[in-house]
């Protein structure tokens, strides 16, 4: 376990901590294969899954929600519903995870975490079945309809995956440190995978609904591979020891307020760096960038949403998570935030500068290609690195006994942050 900032005392607690860790990981069974590791980057990789399908379909959505009088998905025509659809499903997102982040932490203990899991993944999977079948539905005709059902669904798939955050790090809280890392790992390589997925299957000559069922159906086998791997944990021995605390019929203790404010008290530096962060992203409107060169081809066209603004952001999002797993200078807390602050400060005016359409009121002050490239690597591995250590901190800000309820504490504020900063994408986008 890392080393602990601060005084003597503190150092004394990690050195504890360190040690009660080793006795334990001599004393549970071996990960045999690594299964449990595997298991919990597919899991980090499937719970930013829907998130990630949403919001990369670009192509998909915009044929959905088009100007059918005139049959056309260019930028110099798109309608309100394609205008707002990335900032309403924002909204969307993060409105339904604050809801039931609550929900997760007041009522979710009364289910086993086990059961809980499985049930989760179980009803994402229902949704994504029909999201899926409404790919060849023809909408055209009740298009405000379409879109309606699929925030509704939208709203489903990220209440549960809210209730999953909770259960998830109550998990992770269980098992060696190291175990985080996969989970982090899994996240921050969803994005990358989705947008490749995105990207092979426009390529692969199929029409724009064939392509995005392709794109769905693959999303759904992931989930119901990670589905079967969460119902084989009930016989997979280094699972059931490190949860043995959380067995069918036990019911997991709820920390009370003055518990949370003293966690709070300490993990705030945490709570801000993803705050900051969520605000950069929500205030960001990346997904309206276009090319400089629009209708000149298939590169400007067709690929480069998916390529820039998903795949090489997520690209460097993961390797910004990479360097955060190695490397944390031992700086005072303070500057955690004001690093974040910092970055805030100079990707939101930047990223709305560049060239995202449509726009009545703002110049385009950075219309080249090249500039917006520039702007996605920069921010994108530093808000990487910043997401990895707002959660590695956590776990020296506090001791090994208050980890899980740190974890609860730091998501609850998290998501009333986001569900706070949500409605900045809209204003955003009423800027341009």
């Known amino acids: 376990m890392e080393k602990k900032e601060g005084s003597g005392a503190s150092n004394e607690i990690s050195c504890d901590i360190t040690s009660k860790n080793e006795k334990d990981d001599l004393e549970a069974p071996q990960d045999k294969f690594y299964v449990i590791y595997i298991l919990f980057f597919f899991l980090g990789l499937v719970h930013l899954l829907p998130w990630s399908f949403f919001t990369t379909a670009t192509e998909f959505w915009m044929y959905k929600f088009r100007n059918t009088s005139i049959n056309e998905t260019n930028s110099e025509f798109r309608t309100d519903l394609q205008a707002q659809f990335n900032a309403t499903v924002m909204i969307t997102l993060q409105v339904s995870e604050v809801a039931f982040l609550f929900v997760g932490v007041l009522w979710g203990r009364l289910i086993s975490v086990r059961v809980r899991m499985i049930g989760i993944f179980t009803i994402i999977f229902t949704f994504f079945v029909i999201l899926t079948i409404f790919v060849k539905v023809d909408t055209d005709s009740w ?114 307020f003055r518990e949370g404010r003293h966690l709070l008290t300490k993990i705030w530096p945490s709570v801000a760096m993803m705050g900051l962060s969520v605000l950069t992203t929500n205030a960001s409107p990346t997904a309206l960038v276009v090319s400089e060169d629009e209708g000149s081809g298939l590169w400007s066209d067709i690929y480069f949403i998916p390529t820039i603004t998903f795949l090489l952001a997520a690209i460097c999002d993961l390797i910004g998570r990479g360097i955060g797993f190695r490397y944390a200078p031992n700086v005072g807390r303070h500057w955690w935030v004001i690093f974040a602050a910092a970055r805030l400060a ?38 990487g690195y910043l997401l990895s250590r707002s959660s590695y901190n956590i776990a020296n800000f506090v001791s090994k006994e208050e980890l899980k309820h740190a974890y609860h504490v730091n998501m609850l504020f998290t998501g009333l942050q986001m569900g706070i900063f949500s409605f900045i994408s809209i204003v955003s986008v009423k800027l341009l």
């Open 346 to 383: 100079a990707f939101i005016p930047l990223n709305m500068l560049c060239n995202a359409q449509p726009r009545n009121h703002l110049p385009v002050l950075l219309p080249h290609d090249y500039q917006y490239i520039i702007i996605v690597i920069a921010a994108n591995i530093s808000g």
């Open 143 to 256: 298009q405000s309809g379409f879109f309606g059902m699929v925030m509704a669904i939208t709203a489903g798939i990220n209440s549960m995956n809210s209730v999953f955050t909770i259960t998830m790090y109550t998990t992770l809280a269980s098992f060696p440190q190291h175990y985080l890392a996969p989970y982090l790992t899994g996240t921050g390589l969803s994005k990358a995978f989705t947008s490749v997925l995105q990207i092979l299957t426009l390529a692969s000559g199929l029409s724009v609904q064939n392509s995005a069922l392709l794109y769905f159906c693959l999303g759904l086998f992931i989930i119901a591979i990670t589905l079967v791997g969460l119902v084989a944990t009930g016989r997979n021995q280094f699972y059931l020891y490190h949860m043995r605390n959380y067995q069918v019929g036990q019911i997991e203790k709820r920390v009370s």
